[in-house]
């Protein structure tokens, strides 16, 4: 059953927030001024096929439009998928969705709302989110990256978000930082940020560093399998070196794609987002660091890294429904 949350509506027009996650799709009312005024979440992984998905996500969404005064007010839909592309419309490939191949996710879902739609991937519309309401508001130019399960990217340059010729531009996750490092179990390539510098990277490295020492943790207390980068957290807080090292270590290899990154772009800040960025100084501190010490002298001390504002509950829902301000005005 879905769950809801309600505010006061304003008398704007009003657009559609839609983020499509592996397990969980959440979806929202946003007013222009970045206020969630009708929220709801269904399950993505209990249907296998897209066309249920839809009939599910209409059903909800329209007692939350219906609450809001009609689709009349509604300016719009936007969606944040993995793998979404902007220009075509579709969801590629997407390795954590039900619905495998491509499918015309925006075409599909303009069809059943009678709705202008806009689709791209999750952490572009993340970035389009924190530009128009978060940290980078009034910025032309920073990178967001999102340390969750994975890491996830969208790049800002003289305010467009950089989407490359086919629409997939901006996969900083999958860079390779190691070469014939860590292997990705999702794409089986050799050394990527995300194998490092994501919550699932935090764990492994945790995992190999109680295989590879003897050193005394809190964390040996708990079943290898049990060990998560929140497990890891805790012990670091309380002081335990090893713990403390995983964070150590990540920070490094996180800073180090950073300093390339904005070699790359020259960005103004860069947006760090999702449950690894609650470590705090644990993983910013090092992060910035190693950055610096591998940036040459004409981009040190210029390159803010800053904390998302968005607050995490709402921030996929303020990210997709950005797209319709940014897309439609």
């Known amino acids: 059953m879905a769950k809801a949350k309600t505010a006061t509506v304003s008398l704007e027009p009003l657009a559609i927030g839609i983020d499509i996650g592996g397990t969980g799709t959440k979806f929202g009312i946003v007013d222009r001024n970045g206020n969630v005024l009708f929220s709801s979440e269904i399950s993505t992984r209990g249907h296998a096929q ?3 998905f839809i009939d599910e996500l209409h059903k909800n969404l329209l007692a939350l439009i219906d609450k809001s005064g009609g689709p009349g007010r509604i300016r719009g839909i936007g969606v944040g ?7 075509s419309g579709t969801v590629e490939y997407a390795p954590n969705l ?3 191949g491509i499918i015309p996710l925006a075409k599909l879902i303009e069809n059943k709302f009678h709705l202008p739609t806009i689709l791209t991937n999750d952490a572009n519309a993340a970035a389009i989110g924190e530009m128009m309401y978060g940290a980078a508001k009034g910025m032309k130019d920073f990178i967001m990256i ?4 994975g890491v996830g990217s969208g ?3 003289n305010g467009q978000l950089i989407l490359g010729n086919d629409g997939f531009a901006g996969e900083l996750g999958h860079t390779i930082i190691i070469p014939d490092g860590r292997k990705h179990e999702g794409t089986l390539k050799f050394g990527s940020l995300e194998s490092y510098a ?3 990277g935090v764990a492994i490295t945790a995992q190999e560093m109680l295989k590879n020492s003897k050193e005394e943790s809190l964390l040996r207390k708990i079943p290898k399998e049990q060990v998560d980068s929140k497990k890891v957290y805790e012990a670091a807080i309380q002081g335990d070196k090893l713990a403390k090292d995983v964070f150590d270590f990540t920070g490094k290899i996180l800073g180090l794609a950073l300093a390339n990154f904005v070699m790359f772009s020259s960005p103004e800040a860069i947006v760090l987002f999702g449950g690894l960025t609650k470590s705090g ?3 910013l501190k090092p992060t910035r660091e190693h950055m610096e010490a591998n940036l040459i002298q004409v981009f040190q001390n210029k390159v803010k890294i800053l904390v998302s504002h968005l607050k995490e509950s709402d921030a996929a829902i303020l990210g997709a429904s950005a797209l319709v301000w940014e897309v439609k005005g």
């Open 146 to 149: 999102t340390l969750g399960t």
């Open 198 to 200: 994501s919550a699932t």
């Open 81 to 87: 998928a993995p793998n979404g592309n902007f220009y």
């Open 155 to 157: 790049i800002v340059s």
């Open 281 to 283: 100084d644990l993983i």
């Open 50 to 52: 897209v066309e249920s």
């Open 98 to 100: 039900p619905w495998k």
